[in-house]
């Protein structure tokens, strides 16, 4: 739909007071508290201005909300696209407390501007950074999972040479379409769609390493990201073309609003081109909260491969 509602944070309708992050397609688990504004005496008379003209239109955005939830509340939930927006064009909706259920895939939104660090990747949805090491890059445009980081080097994939191949990739999700809650069990259910991924097929169905012939669980465990508990699994996969490779699904709550989980999926290829195995511990170790500029590969940290 070519009018629609940008990914963002908007007023929850549900929950007065607070935010909710729409993807740019449905609603998402993720809240906060509504944003302050900032106050004439710390910013002159012209930052007054400015805050009242932002409060004049926050106060406009909560009252299409109202009218839109009312509508939506009132009415039957037939699926349809929604009908207005903060924007002026296709807006989120939301149906009480409860939001609409993400996809498996869903896409995690990095709308940070234009001329961002490029050594570091910066989740605002979940309120991370993860390091960009020396030697790959975050790429402008991807197809599916949208917040991702790659090795700069692409090859002709062993299964199939018309597609591009990278020795590394590492992108970051929230979890969808599933009943575990914990860290472990989510890593748990999540390891095998990460394989799948990488290895079996690719976004379109092409089995861009000949598929997995096989896999062995090679370590899993707990670990501490960003100061809060989380989990990991890794796999070994051997394919049916070229070297094969790595995964791992790492879950760990968010560092922002309700803490909903997040999932950072890595996948190395095997073999000397392979990045090396410790970097995926390397990058774990770097995932800092926003606004965090610890030093040992955290924000603004440049990590060789």
Known sequence: MSNATPPGWYPDTAA???ERWWDGASWTAHTRPFAAL???AAHG??????????ALVAAGVVVVGVAV???????????????ASPSGSSAPKTTGSATDAAPDDSPSQDDSPAGEDPTVLVDQLNGI???IPEGWERPE??????????????YACPGASSSYCYHGTVTTRTPGGTDATTPEALAEADIAAAADRAYEEDIVGTRIHGGIVSHRQI?????TVAGRTGYQVRWRVVTAKGPG????????PSAVGSESPVVVRYAFDAGPDGPPLSLMDTLTKGIRPIGDSGTGGGVGSSLAP
């Open 16 to 18: 007065p007071g607070n």
């Open 38 to 40: 900032p106050s004439p």
């Open 45 to 54: 008379r012209g930052g007054g201005d400015r805050a009242r003209t932002v």
């Open 69 to 83: 939830t009312g509508a939506v509340l009132f009415g039957r939930d037939d699926g349809t696209a929604p009908t």
């Open 129 to 131: 950074t993860l390091p």
């Open 141 to 154: 445009r991807t197809v599916g999972e949208l917040l991702t980081m790659r090795t700069t080097d692409s």
């Open 219 to 223: 370590a899993a465990g707990s670990v």
């Open 245 to 252: 490779g790595y995964v791992q699904s790492l879950v760990f």
